[in-house]
């Protein structure tokens, strides 16, 4: 296995932006698990399935195309040969991947494929079950916390930047309503690795929290290179 950086967090936590600076910096391939659920949630939705049509969510699954390619640090997301980045981000999608994210013949799926990723080249991965399933023996996991209402404030910014017009209040609620369902799943709950640093990024910028993570890694790839 190659060298595993895995951080894992709740939805708004600066993970997104922490982490590609920290791929950046350190020349480790970024990515975001998140993305992959946010496929599978949109091939659905374009082809009307609901979260509870578990067969026809399997037909999609057996022939679904997902690719994360880099260029310049940024990812772009390949579903089916199309670029989906910015579709995959909408309050649509927001509002609804946990529902899907939450399948067991979803995570069967998107599972093993992340770990593929991971078998090859040096990698920082996030998601919500990154230090705990997918890569249990990752060389650092990270589990990056921060406040619900802070959370929801960076999001409703981000979101009025991107010209996605949700007041405050319906994020909060988005956002609350998207942890129950994560951190209450059956299958790979969204919970802190018992071995995983906790970082409560609430009261910090996002460079103190590069710079901590940063010191981490730096710290365990020394080791593990040694
Ligand atoms: O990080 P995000 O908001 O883009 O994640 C989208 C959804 O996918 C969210 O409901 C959590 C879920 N997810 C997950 O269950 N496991 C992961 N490793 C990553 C994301």
Known sequence: MA??????GPAGCGKGTVTRIL???MNLVNIDTGSMYRCVTL????????????????EVLENINIRIEHSDGMQKIILNEN???KEIRTPEIDNIVAKFAALKIVRDKITPMQQKM?????????GRDIGTVVFPN???????DCSVEERARRRHKQNLQKGINESYEEVLASIKERHRLETEREIAP???ADDAILIDSTNMT???VVETIETIIVSKRNVSKD
């Open 118 to 126: 991971g078998n090859s080249q040096d990698i920082i991965m996030e």
């Open 43 to 58: 091939e659905c939705l374009n082809r009307g399935i609901s979260y509870e049509d578990e067969e026809d969510i399997k």
């Open 3 to 8: 060298f595993v950086v895995a951080i894992d």
């Open 83 to 85: 670029d989906v980045s």
């Open 190 to 192: 969204f919970i802190k």
């Open 23 to 25: 791929a950046r910096k």
């Open 206 to 208: 996002i460079e103190e």
């Open 138 to 144: 990752a060389d650092v996991k990270i589990f990056l």
